[in-house]
């Protein structure tokens, strides 16, 4: 991506994942990236489209990020769903700080009635996730718990609706602590799903994540 349309593009991540796309101006981008609204529309014809190429650059850089995640060595599938979480509770930090929150779910709070191109990009995105998470659920159920009445697809959906509402709860606190607070709680579902304690797994080591949170 040349270097002016990519200044325009982390300008928009930052100040949409801030404050929506609605309060955010080209003028304001434009400010933030430090060149002229000449070259904002050398690239983009509306600030729809930038919204559409910012969304999509978050977007691939959260998929780079788990994709490149030390849980995807592990071999075993229940391994690597507590893998992923650890990875998601060190990308928020301690509860003590505060998310920057997900340009995803900002979008799709503020725009789900009236833009519905950036509404179907969200759901996708938030499906692609869900996708994600059950491959190894419906792996680890197959491995270690074949007989378990759960269907794979609606955890992975509850996962990602459980990490959304902590996001916004977590903006809404100024705190980290709720959204750390479920993703553990999560961990204890997934526990119970699969009868964790009975098999005397080990714990998995916490991981590094290379984004903020």
Not at 54 to 79: C, H, M, Q, W
Not at 86 to 108: E, M, N, P, R, Y
Not at 196 to 209: H, I, K, L, M, Y
Request: aromatic share 10%; net charge neutral; with cysteine.
């Amino acid at each position: 991506m040349p270097e002016t349309k990519r200044k325009l593009v982390d300008a928009g991540v930052a100040l949409m994942r801030k404050q929506g796309f609605n309060a955010t101006t080209v003028d304001d981008i434009c400010s933030a990236a430090g060149v002229t609204k000449g070259s904002f529309f050398h690239y983009f014809k509306t600030k729809q489209e930038v919204a559409e190429a910012v969304l999509t650059s978050f977007r691939e850089g959260k998929i780079r990020d788990y994709a490149n995640a030390p849980f995807r060595k592990l071999t075993d599938p229940l391994d690597r769903i507590f893998g992923r979480l650890d990875f998601a509770i060190a990308s928020v930090g301690d509860g003590t700080g505060l998310t920057k929150g997900c340009l995803i779910g900002v979008f799709a709070q503020e725009l789900s009635f009236t833009n519905p191109e950036l509404r179907g990009a969200c759901q996708a995105a938030f499906l692609s996730t869900a996708g994600d998470l059950e491959k190894d659920l419906t792996e680890a159920k197959s491995l270690h718990a074949p007989k378990a009445d759960f269907d794979p697809k609606k955890v992975s959906l509850f996962y990602v609706s459980m990490i959304q509402g902590g996001l916004l709860m977590a903006k809404a606190g100024e705190n980290n602590a709720v959204l750390l607070d479920n993703i553990e709680q999560f961990r204890g579902y997934v526990k119970g799903l699969f009868d964790v304690a009975s098999q005397q797994r080990p714990a998995t080591t916490a991981w590094t994540s290379t984004s903020n949170s």
